[in-house]
């Protein structure tokens, strides 16, 4: 069965950075897309970062500027820098990939302090 592994979640001060990865294990046929959504308490969750197979990336525009999404194709895995992080980046941040069947990962808790 296919697993996302997540790691790199944690408590920050505003204006500091993180940097979150996923890894995608187990038989997948391909990968379309990787990316990372995120759900604040009492919110929907919200798209905040993708990037395509052949590189092709797009943020929310909360982010834009502060974040950078990469991969590696090659060992399907996804990171997010987070750099000048706000409170409000504050939530629980989900990896998902985009194959023959969708895939979430378990989530990772980001805290960003005042």
Same mark, same amino acid.
């Given at each position: 069965?296919?697993?996302?592994?997540?790691?790199? $979640?944690g408590l920050? /001060? &505003?204006? %500091?950075?993180? +940097?979150?990865?996923? *890894?995608?294990?187990?038989?997948?046929? #391909?990968? =379309?897309?990787? $990316?990372?959504?995120? /759900? &604040?308490? %009492?919110?929907? +969750?919200?798209?905040? *970062?993708?990037?395509?197979?052949?590189? #092709?990336? =797009?943020?929310?525009?909360?982010?834009?500027?502060?974040f950078?999404?990469?991969r590696?194709?090659?060992k399907?895995?996804?990171?997010?820098?987070?750099?000048?992080l706000?409170?409000?980046?504050?939530?629980?941040?989900?990896?998902?990939?985009?194959?023959?069947?969708?895939?979430?990962?378990?989530?990772t808790q980001?805290?960003?302090?005042?």
């Amino acid at each position: 069965q296919v697993q996302l592994v997540e790691s790199g $979640g944690g408590l920050v /001060q &505003a204006g %500091g950075s993180l +940097r979150l990865s996923c *890894a995608a294990s187990g038989n997948i046929f #391909s990968i =379309n897309a990787m $990316g990372w959504y995120r /759900q &604040a308490p %009492g919110k929907q +969750r919200e798209l905040v *970062a993708t990037i395509t197979s052949g590189g #092709s990336t =797009n943020y929310a525009d909360s982010v834009k500027g502060r974040f950078t999404i990469s991969r590696d194709n090659a060992k399907n895995t996804v990171s997010l820098q987070m750099n000048s992080l706000k409170p409000e980046d504050t939530a629980v941040y989900y990896c998902k990939v985009w194959s023959r069947y969708d895939y979430w990962g378990r989530g990772t808790q980001v805290t960003v302090s005042s």
